[in-house]
Antibody, heavy 125, light 107 residues
Framework: EVQLVESGGGLVQPGGSLRLSCAASGFTFSDHYMDWVRQAPGKGLEWVGRSKNRANSYTTEYAASVKGRFTISRDDSKNSLYLQMNSLKTEDTAVYYC????????????????WGKGTTVTVSS | DIQMTQSPSAMSASVGDRVTITCRASQGISNYLVWFQQKPGKVPKRLIYASSSLQSGVPSRFSGSGSGTEFTLTISSLQPEDFATYYCLQHNSYPLTFGGGTKVEIK
């Protein structure tokens, strides 16, 4: 079964840091681009950023709202994706989802088709 | 950045109604558009990819169309389980951007 499981959420003070993890199983993680998407309470979905695969040099892309504060990384040997969040702001409070984004060798059939259940980050003093 | 304008933002409809949701892109995105459905407290579920390709397992009453800047999601005959919020997502260029969502409520 294809599965993504996020962890690492919690309560953090403004200006603090947090590291989220996403454990993947049931598919060839190393072939895929992987995304983080968030949803603030009562709000819509916001794309946070992406890690491309090894074939594309693990290049990362970010939304302007998090660029310079958040860093996406991955460890293909552990089938894991990470989101390091620094200088957190109250507006970063959200549920953070990990999503299987894209496998360039198979086209768009599986584009963002699998999501984890999310982990909640609350930034508050 | 490409802006995705979804309309309407909310609507009331009855079971059996035909429902159309529109997403307009601020610039051309070819067919790089995905539609998601999200129910309260649940994870977004992909319905349509590449503008018009139906996700396996999704009922055929859902369909997508469009290319360039204008896209539609159509539910041909609304069912009770379809009451949810729908989002479009463009992946033509970075940053990826979602539409603001359309909440479909029971009339």
């Amino acid at each position: 079964e294809v599965q993504l499981v996020e962890s690492g959420g919690g309560l953090v003070q403004p200006g603090g840091s947090l590291r989220l993890s996403c454990a993947a199983s049931g598919f060839t993680f190393s072939d895929h681009y992987m995304d983080w998407v968030r949803q603030a309470p009562g709000k819509g979905l916001e794309w946070v950023g992406r890690s491309k695969n090894r074939a594309n040099s693990y290049t990362t892309e970010y939304a302007a709202s998090v660029k310079g504060r958040f860093t996406i990384s991955r460890d293909d040997s552990k089938n894991s994706l990470y989101l390091q969040m620094n200088s957190l702001k109250t507006e970063d409070t959200a549920v953070y989802y990990c999503a299987r984004a894209y496998d360039p060798t198979t086209g768009y059939s599986y584009y963002m088709d699998v999501w984890g259940k999310g982990t909640t980050v609350t930034v508050s003093s | 950045d490409i802006q995705m304008t979804q309309s309407p933002s909310a609507m009331s409809a009855s079971v059996g109604d035909r429902v159309t949701i529109t997403c307009r892109a601020s610039q051309g995105i070819s067919n790089y558009l995905v539609w998601f459905q999200q129910k309260p407290g649940k994870v977004p579920k992909r319905l349509i990819y590449a503008s018009s390709s139906l996700q396996s397992g999704v009922p055929s009453r859902f369909s997508g169309s469009g290319s360039g800047t204008e896209f539609t999601l159509t539910i041909s005959s609304l069912q009770p389980e379809d009451f949810a919020t729908y989002y479009c997502l463009q992946h033509n260029s970075y940053p990826l951007t979602f539409g603001g969502g359309t909440k479909v409520e029971i009339k």
